[in-house]
């Protein structure tokens, strides 16, 4: 199995600003991934980022509002740019391992 | 393409009653592997259980049980004798072989268990 850990859990920002999320997994991965999930929503995803290259975007989303770094196997970062209301919503990584698919626990994102 | 269609939004029961949450995908692939996850208020996803498309055999795992039909394209996930902290939100999902790692998620059932 795989622990992710996410920061920060929570946070709230202004409209306009950018956040910064970390995806800390407690083993080597190949690939990692990025998922939203709006208020009362199924999860979507966003971006899967591999280690040396860079990240694949899923249809509507791009990499200007969520730039993704994918620095080594253990870490990954997404951040949130130029925050509206609408992107008001959990975020969360998750990470391929032994056929199986963890999920960490989320960051909840709140723009005001 | 690929969809999972999770038709019940939100369901209550009363503690130590049967639950039955429905899932039917859609796939061309013959390959695809079935998820169920459990998001309790906290928000984390927790892996319940994998099932491969050639595996049509029902699971039970203690108060859990899973169907899996192919005939219908469907995955029902029930919870016998459930408990208040059976309530959260069930999903549904779909990969496929050709992308293991990409998940199509249904869009969730909220179970509510009053004692």
Redesign the interface.
Do not use: H
């Given at each position: 199995s795989a622990v992710i850990s996410q920061k920060p859990s929570r946070d709230i920002c202004q409209r306009g600003t950018s956040l910064t999320i970390q995806c800390q997994v407690d083993s080597q991965v190949t690939m990692m991934f990025w998922y939203r999930q709006q208020p009362g929503q199924s999860l979507t995803l966003i971006a899967t980022a591999n280690q040396g290259s860079e990240a694949t975007y899923e249809s509507g989303f791009v990499i200007d509002k969520f730039p993704i770094s994918r620095p080594n196997l253990t870490f990954s970062t997404l951040t949130v740019s130029n925050m509206s209301p609408e992107d008001s919503s959990i975020y969360l990584c998750s990470v391929a391992s032994a056929n199986e698919q963890y999920f960490g626990p989320g960051t909840r994102l709140t723009v005001t | 393409a690929q969809k999972v269609t999770q038709a019940q939004t939100e369901i209550s029961v009363v503690e130590k009653e049967d639950v039955t949450l429905d899932c039917v995908y859609e796939t061309r692939d013959t390959t695809y592997y079935l998820?169920w996850?459990k998001q309790p208020p906290?928000?984390?996803?927790v892996?319940l259980i994998?099932r491969n498309s050639f595996d049509e055999q029902n699971e039970i795992s203690g108060r859990y049980s899973w169907n899996f039909q192919k005939s219908t394209s469907s995955f029902n996930f029930t919870i016998t004798a459930s408990q208040v902290v059976d309530s959260a939100v069930y999903?549904c999902a779909l990969?496929t072989l050709y992308n293991?790692?990409?998940?199509y998620?249904?869009?969730?059932t909220k179970l509510n268990v009053k004692p």
């Amino acid at each position: 199995s795989a622990v992710i850990s996410q920061k920060p859990s929570r946070d709230i920002c202004q409209r306009g600003t950018s956040l910064t999320i970390q995806c800390q997994v407690d083993s080597q991965v190949t690939m990692m991934f990025w998922y939203r999930q709006q208020p009362g929503q199924s999860l979507t995803l966003i971006a899967t980022a591999n280690q040396g290259s860079e990240a694949t975007y899923e249809s509507g989303f791009v990499i200007d509002k969520f730039p993704i770094s994918r620095p080594n196997l253990t870490f990954s970062t997404l951040t949130v740019s130029n925050m509206s209301p609408e992107d008001s919503s959990i975020y969360l990584c998750s990470v391929a391992s032994a056929n199986e698919q963890y999920f960490g626990p989320g960051t909840r994102l709140t723009v005001t | 393409a690929q969809k999972v269609t999770q038709a019940q939004t939100e369901i209550s029961v009363v503690e130590k009653e049967d639950v039955t949450l429905d899932c039917v995908y859609e796939t061309r692939d013959t390959t695809y592997y079935l998820f169920w996850y459990k998001q309790p208020p906290s928000g984390e996803l927790v892996f319940l259980i994998r099932r491969n498309s050639f595996d049509e055999q029902n699971e039970i795992s203690g108060r859990y049980s899973w169907n899996f039909q192919k005939s219908t394209s469907s995955f029902n996930f029930t919870i016998t004798a459930s408990q208040v902290v059976d309530s959260a939100v069930y999903f549904c999902a779909l990969s496929t072989l050709y992308n293991f790692n990409k998940f199509y998620f249904g869009s969730g059932t909220k179970l509510n268990v009053k004692p």
